[in-house]
């Protein structure tokens, strides 16, 4: 029950959000989102429209990502996908003591996924913000199941050497791993090798809920092979349909439904258009700070990085600025589909004045 005369709370817009990789869901995805908040893709054989809307979702995430026969599904996030990742190199494992290997770059979900599955988390020095195959390589061992790489870094946007990678997996008789939860979204539209057609990448992490302008809660957890899906499902005794690799049990139905819509309007001329004018206003505010003498990481992906003393990044917060820094404490510009010139324009003005 509403009191009356008080305004439901207003969530926070996006006017000034910097650091975020979260954004405004495409207008068709909040429109299947509402439409489908009462289904749950966990149970398939009751709620068959959702369920066929999430086969069409992961259909384009392989499209997207190389892979003509994919497998997988709309997960809650990139978390989760990368959780699942871990589970099932360890499910499928000859080791009983494995582990995995992955740059320090790598997100803080492979420490909670490591944490929770009992497995060992090997984490290789970074040579120039990427991963670096021969320190990979030297951490790998016969108990090593899984091999991470990134392919856009949630600090510095890098993407790792993905095909050098594959082979220190091969090496290992480990499955490849590849993380592009935030560019897998953008990726498709450079030069890089990322992807499943550019290497022996086995699972991926693609999360619909950043770059791609779906509603939250909506990941990407993508297989090429049967086999590892199968190495997650559990039996599901009251449900009609007979196994689940999810992780989840109920899940949102608005996250897959926001999914199919978002990548149905904009995959591929939508995603491209935004990852240009994403490119080109992360190449112009590392101009613009450059210029003011700041130190910059260059932006591979739309993600800048700028060395900014402290007492600033607190006196930008104070206009309400949105911004977090790195680890090395960096400020972080996330050219995100809400990001325009005019909020970066005004957010240097700012930086000018303060
Ligand atoms: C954001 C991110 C994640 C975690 O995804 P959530 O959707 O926040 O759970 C994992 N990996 C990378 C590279 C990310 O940028």
């Known amino acids: 029950m509403s009191k009356q005369g008080t305004a439901p709370p207003e969530p926070q817009d996006f006017e000034r959000v910097l650091s975020s990789m ?36 992961v259909a384009t995430l392989g499209e997207m990502t190389g892979l003509p026969d994919p497998e997988g599904y709309v997960a809650s996030g990139g978390t989760e996908a990368n959780l699942q990742a871990v589970r099932a190199a360890r499910n499928l494992a000859a080791s009983d003591d494995p582990n995995v290997v992955a740059p320090e770059s790598v997100h803080f979900s492979f420490q909670k996924a490591a944490d929770v599955l009992g497995v060992e988390l090997r984490l290789a020095p970074t040579d120039d913000r990427r991963a670096d195959p021969a320190a990979m ?21 890098r993407v790792d050497p993905v095909p050098a990678l594959a082979e220190v997996a091969e090496d290992a008789d480990a499955l490849l791993h590849v993380d592009a939860a935030w560019g897998g979204f953008v990726l498709p539209f450079t030069d890089r090798d990322w992807h499943f057609g550019h290497a022996a990448v086995d699972t991926m992490t693609v999360d619909p809920h950043k770059m791609g302008r779906a509603v939250i809660p909506a990941g990407g957890f993508l297989a090429r092979d049967e086999r590892v899906l199968d190495a997650l499902a559990v039996d599901t005794p009251y449900l009609e349909s007979t196994s689940q690799a999810t992780l989840t049990g109920t899940r949102s139905g608005a996250g897959v439904a926001s999914a199919q ?11 491209r258009e935004t990852y240009e004018r994403a490119q080109a206003n992360a190449e112009w ?28 990044v607190e006196a930008l917060r104070d206009r309400g600025w949105r911004v977090s820094p790195t680890s090395a404490g960096e400020l972080r510009v996330v050219c995100m589909p809400h990001v325009t010139r005019e909020m970066l324009s005004a957010f240097v003005d700012d930086l000018d004045s303060v």
């Open 22 to 57: 979260c954004t405004v869901p495409h207008p068709a995805a909040r429109e299947a989102a509402e439409r489908f908040l009462a289904t749950n893709p966990g149970d398939p054989t009751t709620y068959q429209t959702v369920a066929e809307l999430e086969r069409e979702a």
């Open 137 to 157: 390589a030297d951490l790998a061992d016969e108990d090593t199941a899984l091999v991470v790489a990134v392919a856009g870094t949630t600090e510095y946007g």
């Open 261 to 271: 819509a978002a990548m149905a309007e904009l995959w591929p001329a939508g995603y």
């Open 285 to 312: 505010v590392a101009d613009a700070l450059e210029t003011r003498g700041y130190e910059v990481v260059d932006p591979v992906l739309p993600l800048v990085a700028v060395d900014v003393p402290r007492a600033t």
